[in-house]
């Protein structure tokens, strides 16, 4: 189509690198691939990180892999950013010098 779109990720490996690598070469594709991109980037984001989620950790039992990540993603498409986020990962935005407030962080305490 004729929409403009970005994809932009970090992972932060945890007890090493095998999920944050995983979820860099996987996450994308997913949800470039996903069935709702075009109508609704918010789920298709949200569903990607799921499904790369469960594709990891059936990798990750059969190699016996011990390692996690957090990672935070963004989508631009046309005008609206979709952001999403697993773990303690944050994104910032500065808008005209100011911070914007995106997101809470996943804390341990946090419900």
């Given amino acids: ?5 970005a994809y932009f990720a970090v992972f932060d490996g945890h007890g090493g690198v095998d999920a944050a690598n995983y979820s860099a070469t996987h996450l994308h594709i997913n949800v470039g691939l996903h069935e709702e991109i ?21 990798k990750a039992k059969r190699e016996k892999l011990r390692s996690g990540t957090t990672g935070v993603s963004a ?11 697993l773990g303690d990962s ?15 962080p996943h804390k341990p305490e946090r419900e």
């Fill in 1 to 5: 189509d004729d929409i403009d779109r």
């Fill in 38 to 58: 075009v109508k609704n980037p918010a789920e298709a984001l949200k569903c990607s990180f799921q499904k790369t989620d469960e594709m990891f950790l059936f």
């Fill in 75 to 85: 989508l631009i498409v046309g005008s609206q950013l979709h952001i999403a986020w």
């Fill in 90 to 104: 944050q994104v910032m935005l500065v808008q005209q010098g100011k911070a914007v407030t995106l997101m809470e």
